[in-house]
């Protein structure tokens, strides 16, 4: 699976914003988490549903555009 097979966009989901394929968590919030200090190892803690590979996809995502 390519990362950003991660990332996924639905009007009726998050406001049509992208998210984490399977989740409801927007890759603004995870970059959000990220900006404001919080480690990768704590969002997945608070987050158990994602996987490290989410947080990679979520700032590859960001990177390309």
Do not use: K
């Not at 991660?6 to 914003?17: E, L, S, W």
């Not at 990220?34 to 979520?58: C, H, K, M, S, W």
């Amino acid at each position: 699976m390519n990362e950003l097979d991660r990332i996924t966009t639905d009007p009726n989901v998050c406001g049509g914003r992208t998210y984490i394929r399977g989740t409801r968590v927007r890759v603004t919030d995870i970059l959000e988490m990220l900006a404001n200090g919080a480690a990768a190892e704590q969002i997945l803690v608070d987050y158990p549903y994602l996987e490290r590979e989410d947080i990679t996809a979520a700032l590859r995502y960001a990177a390309a555009w």
